[in-house]
């Protein structure tokens, strides 16, 4: 019988990183991927794994917030949690450790290294539900009294023996049986205690309520862990891990209680400590970028709260580079530490200072009946950091340039969004002369245009004729051959020239009018397939197609009658690219979409693979012809290792999948000449041609020549 593999959910908003990494534990683990956190969660709901992998910076909620999700979740908090990362700073790993991870890698990432470490952790898991289980059949073998002498004493053996304290009583509470583990770590000898009730362990920090849902929950539940707070013979209060597990009889009444602890008050003050330093700027001593948003959340829901105003300060120091530069790091650590105090003695109890890093700090002022009420307290920051520092023989002095904001504002505002303002605002009081404050004018942020005005501007563009297609080439540079062309939207403005896809596509992703636009690309590009066909130029064309477009009911039966309507168009001339995230957001619709399409002649291209979440097995499922390499490994490749590392994945993957894959980005013929040596013929980008008018193309087509550099010596070309 061939052995479960052990189930790793790797969640990264681009697991392209742990690619690599995926591809050289594939033997040992099923691997299975998300990209983003919400994502994550709901995979680790539906199928449990035994490790999570978990990148940090994510859009959405981060890798912290998903950890802490995990924790709290009975059916997840104990699954292991091992972050991967590219953020090297210690506070980082702190907070990590800090929120239960089992451990912490940095990128780039050691295959090997990590490959025993996930070995390990796995391991341990193993053991500690291996142990867990034994004390469990442990406390059963002592209530029946039924167990084989052999088992007998494996079981005595372990209560002897075992690091934990174990505790015995009957269904009245009344201790028959401790372990020396128990005298050990509560000071009371195995005769102190029998007969007695737990109760005389009792540190009164429990409330009547913990203990009533304590023991509600073992009698219907059968077991109940948790951390509690105990006291020891002496008098002293400490932490322990407790698990109690209800012993039944035959008749499935309860006979025993048998209790499992373990001392973790020095892991708790521990823990305390890697809570402060993940909360608290090593430096300063203030809070960081962590404690600081928290705070201005509370801060922001008060003043919603209170009808009242919020203001956000953003401060930059002037001169603070120049005094590092010339009396050193020391004496520019004393000049924050210094200023840091000034600063925070003039703000009131109830305002927060935060250091973010460098010479940067934020001021959260609470509390203000109006922007006016914040004036003196801006102008007492300002004279605080301004304030001059001695430091040996040196009388140092600096600024501050300032930026404010206010909450809350006529339209919803997010954290976040404050603090862009208030930095926004800072850079033009460093331009309007420094060492002093810039309130941000929210009547003139460009960045408050109405969506709803773009969207109609480009469905204007569409009805106006605007909006044209580009062809890119696709090549086989080993041959020589043109194998097709891409389709690319652009803009012709009239005012503003041609406009790249990046400039509105974005807009319109999640309106209807994605699908208009997906129609008339389909469209157009069908009628210019005929064009070259009556000019004697057979070219394959393949056209994007967003995920909204895909997943509309009715999208085979209307690309079959746009296919109808182009009677001269034959089977093969059409393909289309889906990008390997929409592909993977309805797997089954997907690739049933996808066949049916075969049926039509059309088939699928999985764009910009590389960078979605898919695991190997969704792959097999989907039945796409091609795959197309992510441009922006392959740009870098020649510099970057571990970009090529994950071409050759890639390709080794499309190989042992019987896919054809092509590279795009190709923008040098080195990089055309190092994808031969890898294995990869087909090729787009800029090093071939770039995007070209359909009217280009037919010249380009019977002018193109592969570079010498990608043919063998004595190759002859067609």
Not at 116 to 129: D, G, H, Y
Not at 495 to 503: E, Q, R, T
Request: net charge negative; aromatic share 6%.
């Amino acid at each position: 019988m061939t052995p479960v593999k052990p189930t790793i959910l790797a969640i990264d908003d681009t697991p392209v990183n742990l690619l690599t990494l995926g591809a050289a534990l594939k033997h040992d683990f099923d691997l299975q991927m998300a990209t983003s956190g919400e994502m994550g969660l709901e995979l680790a709901r539906q199928n449990p794994p035994d490790l999570i992998l978990l990148d940090i910076m994510m859009p959405g909620i981060d890798g912290f917030e998903t950890c802490r999700r995990l924790k709290a979740e009975p059916l997840l908090a104990d699954i292991p949690v091992v972050f991967v990362t590219a953020l090297h700073e210690q506070a980082f790993e702190v907070k990590g450790l800090a929120l239960g991870a089992w451990d912490y890698i940095t990128k780039p990432i050691q295959v090997d290294t990590a490959r025993q470490r996930i070995r390990n952790l796995l391991e341990r898991e193993r053991l500690r539900k291996q142990v867990a289980l034994q004390l469990d059949q442990l406390a059963q073998e002592l209530a029946e009294r039924q167990a084989s002498t052999n088992k007998l004493k494996l079981a005595a053996g372990v209560f002897t023996t075992a690091r934990e304290g174990i505790l015995i009583t009957d269904t009245d509470g009344t201790i028959v049986d401790v372990n020396e583990a128990f005298s050990r770590i509560t000071g009371f000898a195995r005769q102190e205690v029998l007969g007695q009730n737990p109760r005389i362990l009792g540190s009164g920090l429990q409330s009547p309520e913990f203990y009533t849902a304590m023991w509600r929950e073992l009698l219907t539940k059968g077991h109940w862990y948790g951390e509690i707070w105990n006291r020891r013979k002496s008098g002293q209060v400490y932490a322990e891990m407790l698990t109690i597990t209800t012993v039944r009889d035959e008749s499935g009444q309860p006979r025993n209680f048998v209790a499992l602890f373990s001392d973790i008050t020095a892991l708790k003050e521990h823990e305390t400590e890697l809570n402060h330093m993940a909360h608290y700027d090593v430096l300063t001593g203030l809070p960081n970028r962590v404690l600081l948003a928290d705070r201005l959340r509370q801060g922001m829901l008060q003043a919603e709260r209170r009808g009242q105003l919020l203001a956000v300060v953003f401060l930059d120091l002037d001169g603070f580079k120049g005094v590092n530069d010339r009396y050193g790091h020391e004496a520019g650590d004393q000049l924050l530490m210094a200023v840091a105090r000034n600063m925070k003695k003039s703000l009131r109890e109830g305002d927060t200072l935060a250091r973010l890093g460098g010479d940067e700090f934020v001021a959260v002022l609470a509390d203000l009946d109006n922007a006016a009420a914040g004036v003196p307290l801006l102008g007492r920051l300002l004279e605080a950091a301004a304030q001059r520092t001695v430091f040996g023989e040196l009388a140092l002095k600096v600024s501050a340039s300032m930026g404010v904001t206010f909450f809350p504002q006529d339209v919803d505002m997010e954290a976040d969004q404050l603090l862009r303002q208030a930095d926004q605002a800072m850079y033009q009081a460093k331009l309007a002369g420094k060492n002093r404050f810039q309130v941000f004018d929210t009547q003139h942020d460009s960045g408050m245009r109405s969506r709803h005005e773009s969207l109609e501007r480009i469905r204007l563009a569409l009805q106006a004729n605007e909006l044209v297609l580009f062809y890119q080439p696709k090549v086989n540079m080993r041959t020589g051959t043109v194998m097709g062309a891409e389709a690319l939207i652009r803009w012709q403005h009239p005012d503003k020239g041609l406009l790249p896809p990046a400039s509105f596509l974005p807009l319109i992703e999640d309106s209807p009018l994605a699908i208009e636009i997906g129609e008339w690309v389909i469209e157009t590009a069908l009628r210019q397939i005929g064009q070259w066909r009556s000019q004697g130029l057979l070219l394959r064309v393949s056209v994007n197609v967003g995920a909204r477009q895909l997943q509309q009911s009715n999208f085979v039966t209307r690309l079959s009658d746009t296919l109808a309507s182009h009677p001269g168009i034959q089977s093969g001339d059409l393909s289309i690219e889906v990008l390997e995230t929409s592909a993977l957001q309805d797997l089954a619709g997907v690739s049933l979409v996808i066949a049916q399409c075969k049926d039509l002649g059309v088939d699928f291209a999985l764009d910009d693979f590389g960078t979605g979440y898919s695991s190997l097995t969704y792959l097999k499922r989907l039945p796409v012809s091609l795959l197309k390499m992510d441009q922006s490994f392959v740009r870098d490749m020649l510099i970057d290792p571990d970009n090529q590392a994950i071409l050759e994945a890639v390709i080794g993957l499309a190989r042992a999948f019987r896919r054809a894959v092509i590279a795009e980005g190709v923008e040098t013929i080195a990089h055309g000449t190092r994808l031969l040596e890898m294995g990869c013929d087909l090729a787009q980008g800029y090093g071939i041609a770039r995007p070209m008018p359909a009217a280009a193309v037919p010249d380009w087509v019977a002018s193109w020549r592969p570079d010498a550099a990608w043919s063998p010596p004595g190759t002859v070309r067609p």
